[in-house]
């Protein structure tokens, strides 16, 4: 018997694309109150930070624009949740209570420690802020000082292929090669771009020590770098581990195949912060509107007194940009696997750019149509994971 009336509260961690989604879709039921708690006033579009430091686009949007009018929205912090009570403390010192909660922290790209002056003098294109600081940086330095960008994968890509788009002197520095993800295909066919672009790749290269000006590998040594931009990993914020929540080894909250949370069924995660299984999908837009949709099902199932369907979500590629007039879209099987044909030219142009319209506006007919989004199925199935490893996950977890 559905347990659904007008008192009942969900709070949605985060206003992210996976977050903001959730939380239109939550209004599939009217009585459900909807409260969206997130840090900055305004929807960051992440995939178009490489842009913002470019100067190419701003990267932002009012939520205004994308949230539905009954969804209530807290600029604020969540510092600790409280299973037990059914509490989130905000950093602003208020505590709001919840009757179910989205999971919804997504990930962060903060330079590491453990590499000597990275925190110091590198800037992460992962977060809106320090994509503001880059831009604020290049502003004032001449159009020939070199800059390096850290991480072959496909943010150091965008971000190396954007800059260079722009005039810009940049030199791209791999621990592998480029994007172990990609096929072969097209990694020579990004390899080319940036060759034919004067965009300098030192691949299975590591830098040890970022300084003010200049950056030193492993080999020792030293290329100037009068601007160093970080997009080597992507970290969790350990909001759930600090909350007493079981989690995997980078920090994402462990959950079942419905995105339920193994130690309380109120708690649901989604998108890059949620490791369902204990298997991750791959951090991505693309998988982080799903999970969304996904998790606002499971909320609303919960609530009703049904049980949740699992995950069954295919991703099947990626697209990467290469300046404003180069693009490459990467085709995958369902399973994520990446197959060896490719979109590029005008085609992956246009793909692309629909591709990151189409992200936003998502959120935008979740807002108007509550339920009305599908996503791509076929991929991940409860049958394809292994249920003694479920089993073995349930019964210990893994703690970061």
Known sequence: MSTLNHDTSVLVIGGGYSGALAANRLRKRPEV???????????VERVRLHQLVAGTAAAIVDYRRILAPPVDLVVDTVTRIDPSGRGVLLASGRTLPYDRLIYAVGSTGEPPASVAGAREHALSVAEFESAQRARAALDVLPADAPITVIGGGLTGIETATELAGTGRSVTLVCAEGLSPYLSDRVRRHIARWMSRHGVVVLERQRVVEVRRTAVVLADGTVRASALTLWTAGFGVPTLAADSGLRTDAVGRLLTDETLTSLDDDRIVATGDAAAPSGR????SRQAAGPLGAQAADTVLSRIAGT?????????????????RRAAVRQFAHKDDVAMDGCLSGGLGVAYKELSTRVAVGKIRLEARRPGSVPWPRGGRRPETVDAGD?????????TS
């Open 33 to 43: 109150r909807v409260t969206l708690i997130n840090p900055r006033p305004m929807f």
């Open 280 to 283: 991750p999908l791959r951090m």
């Open 390 to 398: 479920i089993a073995l996950v349930r019964a210990s977890g893994v």
């Open 307 to 323: 049980e949740p369907r699992a995950i069954d979500l295919a991703l099947t590629g990626a697209c990467v940009s290469l300046g």
